[in-house]
């Protein structure tokens, strides 16, 4: 379970701004700050409006931005060269009233990414529910601090269609908003949920479930993934899975998009994935076609219509070309030089100058 750290942190306070206007923005003051005998610095966070004015003094030990009219605070975080002490979080509203006193030793950022995704027009589904820990176990509280679901769990993460992953006796399943088991907790690894299916990783391989428990997918492959930390699948593009030391594309009711034969693979982008076969790389299509030749050393995925590409180009050895490139004959002919630069979709190369 991630706890709460600024990373990232005021990127997200400035999207919000721009979305929220009128709710209010926290803030850090460094002349409040202060140091312990052991060498931890106590920084101190309040709130202003978007007019810059404080409407919240400068009390807190971290303060989180407003979403849906709360806040997570804490106090008693402490910062040094060495470690941070957590101190403890709890909620507060936008006019500073304590909704739940700081007691939970954590509380998950989902909401962080929450935010983050409505402004990408991704708005995950239960907010509501806030991931809450207290002596190394987690569970849930509702937005007013009630204790919905038991903090009993080693971890849990974020809601996704309804549905929660949990982590008990090191094994991850699935718990609805009554606390409910829906899926067995037994795996080694799950994900989130799209569509009614979730990869699930059990006895080191992986496959997709519904929310039955139904194996879509049968658990097969010894890597599945879309290039996302969080297991989470758009299946707007193929998913790629490994068998074996191979990497191929299926979509997600299992059936192949290309066989798995590739010894690497990039990320889809722009419509098309770099693969390696026979130790080059080339390019496949969203139906698993090859478009782009197998030639090159080393491919990255598409970015406005175009990719960074190396490869090796024959040069027939003689003494003017050595000359040429202050090299001298070591017997090879041909000679192979490399060259980096640009391909389109189509193929055509532009090498750099």
Known sequence: MKKIYLSGFFL?????VKGQRGN???F?????YHWSEDGHV????????????????????DARPFFKGISIINVGRTWNEDNNLNGKWGFIDNTGKEIVPPRYDGINDFYIEELASQMQSRVPDCYDFIAVSLNKKWGYIDRTGKEIIPTKYEDVRRWSEGLAAVKLNDKWGYINKTGKEII???????????????????NNKWGFIDKNGRQVVRIKYNYI????????FS?????????????????????????????????????????????KWGYINSNGKEVIPFEYEHADPFFNGRARVKKLIKQIQTEKWARRINKEVYGCDPCYITVYGYIDKTGKFFPDH
């Open 235 to 279: 299946y707007e593009t193929p998913i790629l899975v490994g068998l074996k030391n191979k990497y191929g594309y299926i979509n997600k009711s299992g059936k192949k998009v290309t066989p798995v034969k590739y010894d690497s693979a990039q990320p889809f982008s722009q419509e098309l994935a770099a693969m390696k076969k026979s130790g």
């Open 42 to 61: 106590h920084r101190h966070f309040g709130y202003k409006d978007v007019k810059g004015n404080v409407v919240i003094f400068p009390k807190y030990d």
């Open 12 to 16: 997200v306070v400035s999207l919000f």
């Open 225 to 232: 993934g879309s290039f996302n930390p969080e297991l989470r």
């Open 24 to 26: 209010l923005i926290p």
């Open 184 to 202: 067995s907790i037994k795996y080694d690894n799950v994900g989130f949920w799209v569509d009614g299916t979730s990869a699930v990783k059990l």
């Open 28 to 32: 850090e003051d460094e002349k409040y």
